[in-house]
Nanobody
Framework: QVQLRDSGGGLVQTGDSLRLSCVVS????????MGWFRQRPREDREFVAA????????YYTDDVKGRFTISRDDAKSTMYLQMNSLKPEDTARYFC????????????????RGQGTQVTVRG
């Protein structure tokens, strides 16, 4: 059974940083494209960032470019999202996701998804 366990959220102030983690089990991590979505209250889930399975290319929504960095450690089957210069509009529940196809993920589709971790930024 494939499981994605995301963690690292919390309550922070504007300008602070957080690092989210996502540990994958039950499947080969190396063949997966990985990414993050977020969902604000009463809004649809939106794509945030992705990294391909070869660890060669990263993709970001415009809102987070220059502030967020996605990375992966294949030896630990873990993906990270380093979030710097956080803003109140970053407040959302963040979900890690896995997909074979990165373009599908950027369109909001994922083969697997975590339960989410809440990020709240007070300003």
């Amino acid at each position: 059974q494939v499981q994605l366990r995301d963690s690292g959220g919390g309550l922070v102030q504007t300008g602070d940083s957080l690092r989210l983690s996502c540990v994958v089990s039950g499947t080969s991590f190396r063949g997966l494209g990985m990414g993050w979505f977020r969902q604000r209250p009463r809004e649809d889930r939106e794509f945030v960032a992705a990294i391909n399975w070869l660890n060669e290319h990263t993709y970001y929504t415009d809102d987070v470019k220059g502030r967020f960095t996605i990375s992966r450690d294949d030896a630990k089957s873990t993906m990270y999202l380093q979030m710097n210069s956080l803003k109140p509009e970053d407040t959302a529940r963040y979900f890690c996701a896995a997909a074979i196809n990165i373009p599908d993920m950027m369109s909001g589709r994922a083969d697997y998804r975590g339960q989410g971790t809440q990020v709240t930024v007070r300003g």
